[in-house]
């Protein structure tokens, strides 16, 4: 069974990094755009940053300047590092990938089960 399995959350004081991994399990065919969305209590799943895979980058207005994101694509992993970290970073940060598999080659969006992210003195 297909899924994106995320890694790196966490608690971090104002100012600190942190640096999420996300993997894609399974028979991959391909994958196109994979990045980041993240969703604080009470707001909507709001864009942190994606990555085709030819390279191009999206990001939102508050992550330009402080997060980065890039891809493996040999390992179907997608990364995003984070500096500067905001308290008003505060939220789940979920994994998303418009994926492919091998079964029916169609291209679904798949979303990882979420990881906390926390920015606190």
């Known amino acids: 069974q297909r899924k994106l399995v995320e890694s790196g959350g966490g608690l971090v004081q104002p100012g600190g990094s942190l640096r999420l991994s996300c993997a894609a399990s399974g028979s991959v065919f391909g994958i196109r755009t994979m990045g980041w969305y993240r969703q604080a209590p009470g707001n909507q799943r709001d864009l942190v940053a994606t990555?085709?895979?030819?390279?191009?980058?999206n990001y939102a207005d508050s992550a330009k300047g402080r997060f980065t994101v890039s891809r493996d694509n040999a390992e179907n992993t997608v990364y995003l590092q984070m500096n500067s970290l905001k308290p008003e970073d505060t939220a789940v940060y979920y994994c998303?990938?418009?994926?492919?598999?091998?079964?029916?080659?169609?291209?679904?969006?798949?979303w990882g089960q979420g990881t906390q992210v926390t920015v606190s003195a």
């Open positions: 990555m085709s895979s030819g390279g191009s980058t």
């Open positions: 998303y990938a418009d994926l492919a598999a091998y079964s029916d080659y169609r291209f679904l969006d798949y």
